[in-house]
């Protein structure tokens, strides 16, 4: 099996930043689009920013002009570089991998924004 393996989730104050990452245990190239997904507390998971082959990117509204989402194909690694982080901004982040119908998530990393 395809693994997703997030790390550097962290508590921070507001205004932070904070840059996570995923690591794929196969070629990145096995998934059309990966990106991050988050779910905070009371609140369903959406999506927070995806990145396509060819380097096509896409946030959610939120997240525009604070977060970028790249990709290091020889690390098999994509990662997520947060900036003026705000509370609004605590929740479990996941690292997703789509191919075609099938997808893959990784076990979430815990990302707290408060003082």
């Known amino acids: 099996q395809v693994q997703l393996v997030e790390s550097g989730g962290d508590l921070v104050q507001p205004g932070g930043s904070l840059r996570l990452s995923c690591t794929a245990s196969r070629s990145i190239f096995s998934f059309n689009v990966m990106g991050w997904y988050r779910q905070g507390p009371g609140k369903q998971r959406e999506l927070v920013a995806t990145?396509?082959?060819?380097?096509?990117?896409n946030y959610a509204d939120s997240v525009k002009g604070r977060f970028t989402i790249s990709r290091d194909n020889a690390k098999n690694t994509v990662s997520l570089q947060m900036v003026s982080l705000k509370p609004e901004d605590t929740a479990v982040y996941y690292c997703?991998?789509?191919?075609?119908?099938?997808?893959?998530w990784g076990q979430g990393t815990l990302v707290t924004v408060s003082s």
């Open positions: 990145i396509a082959l060819g380097g096509i990117t």
């Open positions: 997703h991998g789509q191919r075609g119908l099938s997808e893959i």
